[in-house]
């Protein structure tokens, strides 16, 4: 069984940090990209960043690059969201997103390049989500 499982999130001031986890429950994170989006009400669904697999690039789109950074670690088979100097424009729910190998072989672009550019695959495994809130 192939989980992705979040926890963090919560409430927190304007110029604030806020670290949220992503771990895999039945597969090794390390063998797949994972992203990040999030979505307000009233907005789409848009990606904010990206470690790919392999070298383990990260990507970020411009709003967040500089204040937020994925990491892994291996050891806990988690991926981490460490979002820093946060904005009230920043509040959202937050879904962690793991690739899969079905589409290793597929005529689908690099995952980073797909959530940097907003873009979804209906292969990717889905976390339930994190409230993040952030006060002025």
């Known amino acids: 069984q192939l989980q992705v499982v979040q926890s963090g999130g919560g409430l927190v001031q304007a110029g604030g940090s806020l670290r949220l986890s992503c771990k895999g429950i039945?597969?090794?994170?390390?063998?797949?990209?994972v992203g990040w989006f999030r979505q307000s009400p009233g907005r789409e669904r848009e990606g904010v960043g990206c470690?790919?697999?392999?070298?383990?690039?990260?990507y970020y789109v411009d709003s967040v690059k500089g204040r937020f950074t994925v990491s892994r670690d291996n050891d806990k088979n988690t991926v981490y969201l460490q979002m820093d100097n946060l904005k009230p424009e920043d509040s959202a729910v937050y879904y962690c997103?793991?690739?899969?190998?079905?589409?290793?072989?597929?005529?689908?672009?690099?995952?980073?390049?797909?959530?940097?550019?907003?873009?979804?695959?209906?292969?990717?495994?889905w976390g339930q989500g994190s409230q993040v809130t952030v006060s002025p």
């Open positions: 470690i790919s697999r392999g070298d383990g690039s990260a």
């Open positions: 997103v793991a690739e899969n190998p079905k589409t290793f072989k597929t005529t689908e672009p690099p995952m980073c390049t797909m959530v940097i550019g907003g873009d979804k695959s209906p292969y990717w495994h």
């Open positions: 039945g597969f090794i994170l390390d063998y797949y990209g």
